[in-house]
T-cell receptor
Framework: AQSVTQLGSHVSVSEGALVLLRCNYSSSVPPYLFWYVQYPNQGLQLLLK??????LVKGINGFEAEFKKSETSFHLTKPSAHMSDAAEYFC????????????????FGQGTILTVHP | DTEVTQTPKHLVMGMTNKKSLKCEQH?????MYWYKQKAKKPPELMFVYSYEKLSINESVPSRFSPECPNSSLLNLHLHALQPEDSALYLC????????????FGPGTRLTVT
């Protein structure tokens, strides 16, 4: 079984400031990790993913995340916030094909609403 | 093209109606998913199809009936829904079940009156 905890349901930053959205996971096997963004009344857009290999992954729109196995974390960062970054962000985990039937199931955190003010 | 399309965008139905939600992808993906998202909550998995066969049913009530007529299409048939079923229904696809990323459609906003 896997679970995801996002610390902070709301994060507010100034335009140009650092964005840091926190995500911790629990998984019985090495998971795949994802960050998705959702704008109001829209579907989810993939920002970035970690599967294997390099632990610092870069995504779209200047976002990046670092997989830290020892801390079971996958925090999302962006050096300089833009007004267009205001949205809800979901961290998600899935299990790779390990022979069971629950693989591929995305389990989401509760989401973090990012507000960017001028 | 990484697009998943869903129709309709909005749907209002009574508790005695029968309606269907449609999802389509042309990326050659062999896994397709239905999620339900209530307001201010994360998406919750309902069903997974892999190679057009139902792989996962997350104990969804029988008033929701999925169908995968071919590898590009996924339907969700709705019958005798309750007001608490009002939500955003999201479809997603991935190369295979358990492969890396899922691509989501824009969703259908369902209101049950």
């Amino acid at each position: 079984a896997q679970s995801v905890t996002q610390l902070g349901s709301h994060v507010s930053v100034s335009e140009g400031a650092l964005v840091l959205l926190r995500c911790n996971y629990s998984s019985s096997v090495p998971p795949y990790l994802f960050w998705y963004v959702q704008y109001p009344n829209q579907g989810l857009q993939l920002l970035l993913k970690y599967t294997t290999g390099a632990t610092l992954v870069k995504g779209i729109n200047g976002f990046e995340a670092e997989f830290k196995k020892s801390e079971t974390s996958f925090h999302l960062t962006k050096p300089s916030a833009h007004m267009s970054d205001a949205a809800e962000y979901f961290c998600a985990v899935s299990l790779p094909n390990a022979g069971g039937t629950s693989y591929g199931k995305l389990t989401f955190g509760q989401g973090t609403i990012l507000t960017v003010h001028p | 093209d990484t697009e998943v399309t869903q129709t309709p965008k909005h749907l209002v139905m009574g508790m005695t109606n029968k309606k269907s939600l449609k999802c389509e992808q042309h990326m050659g993906h062999r896994a397709m998913y239905w999620y339900k998202q209530k307001a201010k909550k994360p998406p919750e998995l309902m069903f997974v199809y892999s190679y057009e066969k139902l792989s996962i049913n997350e104990s969804v009530p029988s008033r929701f009936s999925p169908e995968c007529p071919n590898s590009s299409l996924l339907n969700l048939h709705l019958h005798a829904l309750q007001p608490e079923d009002s939500a955003l229904y999201l479809c997603a696809s991935s190369q295979e079940q358990g492969s890396y990323e899922q691509y989501f459609g824009p969703g259908t906003r369902l209101t049950v009156t």
